[in-house]
């Protein structure tokens, strides 16, 4: 499969798609004699995992790290799921500073007239 159908397909970008064969996440993408790149099934599972690793906010080092662990073989298996176990907790940490920010922003809206008015005015000066 060409690259505007891989990137038709899983809807990515053909730039996101070298980009992830520059940085490793896609190292082994076969090319036809004239230099085009041709995705076999392999290629294609590859992508699938990536894009679904960065729905889950997974980060690109991570993905990297993981995928470099995943070239290795099984003996990293209880490296690669300590990684998932690492971005599930820096994940649970940005929604719990989002939940923060969220309630901030509720007080100040519930308290705008007094709050943000004031403050507001006070800049002014």
């Known amino acids: 499969m060409r690259i505007a159908e891989v990137s038709q397909k899983y809807d990515i970008s053909a730039d996101t798609l070298r980009y992830y064969e520059r940085i490793g996440l896609l190292p082994h993408i076969r ?8 995705y076999g099934q ?3 599972a590859r992508v699938e ?16 790290e993981y995928m470099q662990l995943f070239e ?9 799921k300590q990684l998932l176990e690492n971005q599930r907790d820096v994940l649970r940490d940005r ?3 989002m939940e923060e920010g969220l309630k901030l922003l509720d007080y100040k809206i519930a308290h705008y007239d007094d709050l943000i008015v004031a403050a507001e005015r006070n800049m002014q000066q």
Do not use: Y
Request: charged residues 30%; aromatic residues 2%; positive net charge.
């Open 31 to 38: 090319r036809t004699s004239s230099g085009v790149r041709d």
């Open 72 to 80: 290795r073989g099984d003996k990293t298996l209880a490296l690669r």
């Open 42 to 44: 392999a290629d294609l």
């Open 95 to 97: 929604i719990a500073e």
């Open 49 to 64: 995992f990536i894009k679904c690793m960065r729905s889950a906010n997974v980060s690109i080092e991570a993905l990297t």
